[in-house]
Structures are given as C-alpha cells and as structure tokens.
C-alpha cells in the first residue's frame, strides 16, 4: 500500500503522508485509486530551528506541500515529511544531506537531527529542531 501511496503523491506533487488512500478496483483493465489529499490550507506548517556550532539559533516557517530543498549553514538538505498528527501538532520528517555527492539519509530524524558541516578544515554540527508552526486545538471541556 506505501509503493501505491507514493505513486499516487509523485503524481499530485504532494508529500506521501498527507494521501489517504480510500478504495482501489479494477475497471476496464486499469487500477483506479480512490484517493484524497488535503489542499493547500491543509499542508502543515512547520516551524525550522537551526543552531549553528557557535549556539546562535535562527528559525524558518516552511510549508511540507511535498520534499523540499533546503539550505541549511551553507549546506543542501532534502527535508520530506514522513508523518503529520494535525490534531497534536506533531511533525516528523526525513532528512537527507548530500555527502560526497549523493543524498544520505541524516541520523535523528523525525523532530530534530544533527547535519555534519565542515569549516576550516574541521567537522562540526548543526543541530535542528522542527515544529508545527500551528498551535494544536486545544481540549474545550
């Protein structure tokens, strides 16, 4: 069901996890998918906090629509969401670094990772943290 997931989002240009799959049948010798995907106010709205190796912290507002291309200290990074809890206000994502020219997956996915950078010669790290940009509904009891 995720390779079928996917290719309906590869077609629609949106982010796997936002498509909900509701019925599949064959008609006529094709697949026809009943699926649904929210429109462009319901694309969650993420909230980027970067820390660079000195402590300063800058922050950016993204919509996840579907992967994006970021540069982050200087450095190309593929952020997808993975997973998204409206409701909660959860977002979690897939990151992905370029090293020695291929994309790599970085460790610590899901709400905040760590993007190896080098400056003079020496590694050091970016730390990042994600947040939906959009206050959860609070509980009204």
Not at 45 to 59: I, K, M, Q, R, Y
């Amino acid at each position: 069901m995720g390779d079928l997931r996917q290719q309906v989002a590869d077609s629609i240009g949106v982010a796997a996890s936002l498509v909900d799959i509701h019925g599949i049948r064959l008609a006529d010798g094709a697949l026809e998918v009943e699926a649904s995907y929210p429109d462009g106010e319901d694309v969650p709205a993420v909230e980027l906090f970067v820390t660079d190796p000195e402590g300063n912290t800058e922050s950016y507002v993204t919509e996840l629509d579907g992967a994006k291309n970021l540069l982050i200290a200087g450095e190309d990074v593929l952020v997808e969401l993975v997973d998204y809890d409206a409701d909660r206000g959860e977002v979690f994502v897939s990151v992905k670094h370029r090293q020695d020219g291929e994309m790599v997956t970085v460790l610590g996915c899901g709400e905040q990772w760590v993007i190896p950078v080098e400056h003079d010669g020496e590694e050091q790290s970016v730390h990042c943290r994600i947040q939906s940009a959009i206050e959860p509904k609070g509980d009204e009891d």
